[in-house]
């Protein structure tokens, strides 16, 4: 490879930045609405080499997380930037407040949700990427006019090395 043709790369890479550079704005990045939760992806893993993917996420007031769950491949971060987000993770209950970060293991059993009468606001990481696509498919049961529907959700966390945690172990 030329050095031009690796200059050319890495512009390609960092949406035209020649140090393969990703600078993602307020309002940019791909917008998803999961019923009461709006996320931004900031960095999808097309950027990384698939080794991070980081999103924003807005969750309503009264807003019900996922099905508890356990993550087979892939780690997950959680940084809440504003309200309170409780992560449930087997049988105990965390009140997670601004300035909170819960990791997530491989093999953790959790789920998260937003039991309080405001909005909250975490950022979520995803090493490697693998878990960014099951957020695009339940958009897309939506998008389709279907009501997601608990196997829909099942159907798709499956599909990324994700299973339901149903015995908290």
Do not use: C, W
């Amino acid at each position: 490879m030329t050095e031009e043709e690796a200059k050319s790369g890495a512009r390609q890479a960092g949406h035209g930045r020649p140090d393969g550079v990703s600078v993602v704005r307020p309002g940019e990045g791909e917008t998803l609405v999961l019923g009461a939760t709006r996320m931004r992806i900031l960095e999808d893993g097309s950027r990384t080499g698939h080794r991070l993917a980081i999103a924003e996420s807005v969750l309503a007031p009264h807003t019900e997380g996922p099905p508890q769950h356990r993550h087979a491949r892939h780690d997950e971060g959680f940084y809440i930037l504003s309200g309170t987000v409780r992560f449930t993770v087997g049988d105990e209950d965390h009140d997670a407040t601004a300035g909170t970060l819960v990791m997530v293991p491989p093999g953790a059993p959790h789920t998260f949700a937003n039991p309080t009468d405001r909005p909250a606001v975490m950022l979520s990481t995803f090493t490697p990427d693998l878990y960014v696509q099951y957020f695009r498919d339940l958009q897309q049961v939506l998008a389709d006019g279907r009501p997601l529907t608990p196997r829909d959700n099942v159907d798709a966390m499956s599909r990324y090395a994700t299973e339901p945690a149903t015995d908290h172990t």
